[in-house]
Structures are given as C-alpha cells and as structure tokens.
C-alpha cells in the first residue's frame, strides 16, 4: 500500500548521541569483519570503460546561499582523491566512507548543504552526496553488485532538469550511511574521478571487456497521498543487462520518500534538484 508514517521529531540530543553510537558500530565492523576492502590505487591504466557520467556541480537551488555550493566544490575535490584510481579487484568490497574518511574541518573540509530531517542546514563536508548519487549510478551500469545504499527519507526539491530517475542516487552520512559495493566478477576495475570548471566527473574501467551492456529503468512511479495528509513518492530502479544472446532484468532498489512540497503545483523557480 506503499503507507508511510508522518515523520517523528526528535531531540538535538538524542540525534547526536544516536549517530555517535552507529559511527561506532560501524567502525567496529570494520575491525573485525571478514571482508576485503579496495584500499590500494592502481599503477595500470585500464583501456576499458565500463560507464561514464558527470553532475553539475553549482546547483543554483531556491532559498539556499550559493556560497555553500562553492564550499560543495572544495568538500569533493578533497573527497575524490582519495578515491581516484581504486582497484577494485575480485570479491573485495568498496566503501566510499573507509576510503574517504570522517570529513573534518582540519583536513579541510567546508561548510556545505545537507539534508536533516527533510529540512535544509549545513554542516562540515556537506555536499559530498553528489558524490555518491554519481558512484552509484555508475555502478548500476556496471556488473558489480551494490550491497549497501541508502536513499533520503524526503523529496525535498521538484523535478526541474532531471537528468535521471528519480531516486537513482545514495545519499551519504559518515560512515554508517555508506555507499558499498562487491565485485563477484572475476575481472578488475577502476574508479576514476575528476572535476573540472563546471561538472564532477567518473568513470568505470575494466581489466578485461566486457561481454554485456547494462541500462537502468524507472518503473511504476507513483504520487500517493497519506492519511495523514502528506504525499509520497515510489517508484522501482531496474537494471537490465544484455548479451549477444539474451537479456535479463532485475530491482537494484526500490524509493519511499515523503515530499516536501506540493506535487501538483509547478515550481519554475526552483533550478535543481540534487544535493
């Protein structure tokens, strides 16, 4: 029924301890789990692009100072580095946070736009969810399999030059809100990240090439209202992968957001839609 419960409110307090508490948990994990992350670059150049793709970066959005898109642009460039030329070699596993780190002030991290609570603020690092909406679109059209990916509980701002589905993107939170994947393929790959005047750019290099391609669909979208009053947001991102010889499909994720604005009355004002 695609039934979502009106948001609760929650103490400053409560909010700080309870993430202090999962940023731990996660790091316990970390020192104690049996997985194999990607944590070395590659001295190779791979000739074999798996998917490319670029966001814009400077999002004039409604309401929001533009210097906190320019603090956006500082917050990835020192976020990328150090995620640039990761191999990602067979069953090891990809973390964007265990790459990149707790964003600080002291490593030069900025003050940048974030989401809280379906409400706009800011804080150190903000921004860097445009870094994760690009690494898993990327992925999607690739044969890693995405094993940890979370999505804003809000859809805060209208559909005004979307240039994917809705939802097809990772919002990030250190370091329990993460970004994950596996490579359960027996090639290698490499990450490749760059920015220049105006776009954050990636792309996915393989060792070897690939047999198949990979496209990504938006199915069943809908525009629900809740009892309480509020309208929500659903749709279906699928992957389909095609051989020479035939062609599957699979839900790589599903989307439930609130929305937090009124779906049905056009909003020409506002120019973006992603963090």
């Not at 309401?63 to 898109?69: A, E, K, N, S, T």
């Not at 690092?125 to 804003?152: D, K, M, V």
């Not at 954050?200 to 009053?229: A, D, P, T, V, Y």
């Amino acid at each position: 029924m695609n039934e979502i419960k009106k948001p609760i409110k929650r103490g400053v307090l409560r909010q700080v301890l309870g993430k202090e508490y999962f940023i731990l948990k996660r790091k316990y994990n970390w020192i104690f789990t049996k997985k194999k992350y990607s944590k070395h670059k590659s001295h190779n150049v791979y000739r074999n692009s798996v998917f490319k793709h670029k966001s814009l970066v400077l999002r004039p959005l409604k309401d929001v100072d533009m210097y906190l898109q320019e603090n956006k642009r500082t917050n990835l460039k020192i976020a990328i580095r150090h995620i640039d030329l990761i191999e990602i070699k067979p069953n090891e596993h990809f973390s964007l946070w265990k790459l990149v780190g707790r964003p600080t002030k002291r490593k030069g991290y900025k003050e940048g736009l974030v989401l809280k609570s379906g409400k706009i603020d800011k804080d150190i690092g903000g921004g860097l969810c445009q870094l994760g909406n690009l690494l898993f679109w990327i992925f999607a059209h690739s044969p890693l399999t995405i094993t940890e990916r979370y999505r804003h509980g809000f859809d805060v701002f209208p559909d005004v030059n979307r240039k994917v589905p809705f939802g097809a993107g990772a919002t990030l939170s250190y370091n329990y809100i993460d970004l994950q994947i596996k490579n359960e393929t027996e090639n290698s790959f490499i990450v490749k990240l760059w920015m220049d005047e105006t776009h954050l750019n990636g792309e996915l290099l393989s060792k070897e090439k690939l047999n198949e391609s990979f496209k990504i669909e938006e199915r069943n979208h809908q525009i629900k209202q809740q009892s309480w009053g509020g309208y929500s947001r659903h749709n279906q991102i699928v992957k389909i992968v095609s051989t020479e010889n035939s062609e599957t499909e699979k839900i790589i994720v599903e989307n439930h957001a609130i929305m937090m604005y009124n779906p049905f009355l056009e909003n020409k004002k506002t120019k973006g839609n992603n963090i």
